[in-house]
C-alpha cells in the first residue's frame, strides 16, 4: 500500500533532484529519505528513480505517480480536515499564499476577523504572485490562493471583438478547475512624481505617457502593461522594474520615470512624493479567492474565503 508519507517525499525528491536536498526541505536526515523512496519502491512495485552518478531522474512510473501525488496529497488533506470537523474537533489549518498587496490590505483584516471567531484555526500565510500562487494550489502547497487576473488577462477592461473574447475565454479556462470566489474590482492608478507636468490634472491619457521612462512591476503586470500601452499606440520605454510595490513609488518619487499600480498597492505604501492620476481607458484587474473543490467543502477553508470576501467588502 503507497503511504501519503512516501508520496510527500518522492513530490520532494522530484522537485529537488537529490535525496540531500529533499531532506532539508523536508526537515528531516538524507537516511530517511533514502529509506521512505525503498519503502515506495517495494510498495509500487518496480523503480522509480534511475541513479547516474550524482544525477538522478523519474522512471516512467516515477513520472505518473509524481502526477498524481498533488491530489492525492490535496483530497487526504482535505479528508481529514473535515472528518475532524464532523468530529467535532475545531482545530484546523489553513494554508494562504498571497501576492504582497493583498497581503498588506485584505489579509490582516481577513486573518483578525477569522482568529477572533475561531481561534482554534491556524492560518499560515506566504507570498507569491499569480501564476505561481496558482500553481502552488494545484500541487497541493496551500489551501486558499488570492489572485487576480487583468481585464480578462488580454488587454484594457472593457476590451471587445475577437481578440478580447478570446482572451476571456482563455481566462476563464485558466481557473475551471477551481473554486473561484470573486472578491473586488481593483482600478489601476498612474503614478507621476509631484514635480511632472502631468501632476496637476485629474486624468491622463495612457497615450499621454508615451515618451516617459517606466518603472514597471510583477512579471505578470509587466506584460500587461506593455499590453494596455500597444493598445494606445505605443511601446513603454521600461527603465526598471522590481515586484516591490513601495520601490515602485519610491523609483516614481525621485523622478526616475512614471508608473501604474493597483490601488490596493498604493493604499498599501505611503506615496511620498508622488502624484496618483485616474487612468484612461480604464485599466482593471479581478482580485478572487481560488481553492480546489474538494477543500471548498472544509470548514476552516470556507471560513477563510468568507473573510476575505467580508474584508473585499470594506
Known amino acids: 500500500m503507497i503511504e501519503a508519507r512516501h508520496l510527500r517525499v518522492l513530490r520532494a525528491v522530484?522537485?529537488?533532484?537529490?535525496?540531500?536536498?529533499?531532506?532539508?526541505?523536508?526537515?528531516c536526515t538524507q537516511p530517511a529519505v533514502s529509506q521512505q523512496m525503498k519503502a515506495l519502491e517495494q510498495s509500487?512495485?518496480?523503480?522509480?528513480?534511475?541513479?547516474?552518478?550524482?544525477?538522478?531522474?523519474?522512471?516512467?512510473?516515477?513520472?505518473?505517480?509524481?502526477?498524481?501525488?498533488a491530489g492525492i496529497l490535496a483530497g487526504l488533506t482535505a479528508a481529514e480536515e473535515e472528518v475532524a470537523a464532523i468530529a467535532g474537533l475545531r482545530a484546523g489549518r489553513v494554508r494562504l499564499v498571497s501576492f504582497p498587496s493583498?497581503?498588506?490590505?485584505?489579509v490582516p483584516t481577513a486573518l483578525a476577523a477569522m482568529r477572533?471567531?475561531?481561534p482554534g484555526t491556524r492560518v499560515s500565510l506566504v507570498e507569491a504572485?499569480?501564476?505561481?500562487?496558482?500553481?502552488?494550489?494545484?500541487?497541493?502547497?496551500?489551501?486558499?490562493a488570492l489572485a487576480f487576473r487583468y481585464g480578462a488577462d488580454g488587454g484594457p477592461a472593457g476590451a471587445s471583438g475577437s481578440a478580447g473574447s478570446a482572451a476571456s475565454a482563455a481566462s476563464v479556462a485558466e481557473w475551471e478547475d477551481l473554486v473561484?470566489?470573486?472578491?473586488?474590482?481593483?482600478?489601476?492608478?498612474?503614478?507621476?512624481?509631484?514635480?511632472?507636468?502631468?501632476?496637476?490634472a485629474e486624468r491622463v491619457g495612457m497615450a499621454e505617457l508615451a515618451g516617459e521612462p517606466w518603472i514597471a512591476g510583477c512579471p505578470r503586470c509587466r506584460r500587461h502593461l506593455v499590453e494596455v500601452c500597444e493598445e494606445v499606440g505605443f511601446t513603454p520605454r521600461i527603465d526598471f522594474a522590481t515586484d516591490d510595490y513601495p520601490a515602485v513609488v519610491g523609483l516614481v518619487g525621485a523622478g526616475l520615470g512614471v508608473a501604474v499600480l493597483p490601488e490596493l498597492a498604493v493604499e498599501s505604501v505611503r506615496a511620498k512624493g508622488v502624484s496618483t492620476l485616474?487612468?484612461?481607458?480604464?485599466?482593471?484587474?479581478?482580485?478572487?479567492?481560488?481553492?480546489?473543490?474538494?477543500?471548498?467543502?472544509v470548514p476552516a477553508v470556507a471560513a477563510t474565503m468568507a473573510q476575505l470576501e467580508r474584508a473585499a467588502a470594506r
Open 180 to 200: 473561484v470566489r470573486p472578491l473586488l474590482t481593483d482600478r489601476l492608478v498612474g503614478l507621476v512624481p509631484e514635480g511632472h507636468r502631468l501632476a496637476g
Open 14 to 27: 522530484a522537485g529537488t533532484g537529490s535525496f540531500s536536498a529533499a531532506a532539508r526541505e523536508l526537515g
Open 129 to 144: 504572485e499569480p501564476p505561481r500562487s496558482v500553481e502552488m494550489l494545484r500541487e497541493g502547497d496551500c489551501d486558499v
Open 44 to 69: 509500487a512495485g518496480t523503480p522509480l528513480l534511475i541513479r547516474t552518478g550524482r544525477e538522478m531522474r523519474l522512471t516512467q512510473a516515477g513520472e505518473a505517480l509524481v502526477r498524481h501525488a
Open 278 to 297: 485616474v487612468v484612461e481607458p480604464a485599466v482593471e484587474r479581478e482580485v478572487v479567492a481560488l481553492t480546489l473543490p474538494d477543500l471548498a467543502r
Open 116 to 118: 477572533a471567531e475561531h
Open 102 to 106: 493583498g497581503s498588506s490590505t485584505l
